[in-house]
């Protein structure tokens, strides 16, 4: 079993980037799978996350109407889109699964990828 998160690197600030999670070893569709990220001296925060049927994916404040997360279950994969980014995105960007619905704690996924970072600088 494995996730895998991909698609990090440096960004100028109003561009866009996408990231991806794909699973192995199992399928990404039964879960929820949610991204967090972490910036250097400041605590694991919830991004996003999308459901895998019962309708709890949220955007969290900080990203909304700037990240829309898509599923390609042929791919079994999850990506992550993110726009207009800002100095402020700049993080390590985790993804991770849960049983059940979306949830914003850290805390409840069962399994995580190793990050990727995502630096946005002019």
């Known amino acids: 079993v494995q996730l895998q998160a991909s698609g990090g690197g440096s960004v100028q600030p109003g561009g866009s980037l996408r990231l991806s999670c794909a699973g192995s070893?199992?399928?990404?569709?039964?879960?929820?799978v949610g991204w967090f990220r972490q910036a250097p001296g400041k605590e694991r925060e919830a991004v996003s996350c999308i459901s895998s049927a019962d309708g709890s994916s949220f955007v969290a404040d900080p990203v909304k109407s700037r990240v829309t997360l898509s599923r390609n279950s042929t791919e079994n994969t999850v990506y992550l889109q993110m726009n207009s980014v800002k100095p402020e995105d700049t993080a390590v960007y985790y993804c991770?699964?849960?049983?059940?619905?979306?949830?914003?704690?850290?805390?409840?996924?069962?399994?995580w990828g190793r990050g990727t970072q995502v630096t946005v600088s002019s």
């Open positions: 070893g199992f399928t990404l569709d039964y879960y929820a």
């Open positions: 991770a699964i849960v049983s059940g619905g979306c949830s914003r704690y850290s805390e409840r996924y069962r399994f």
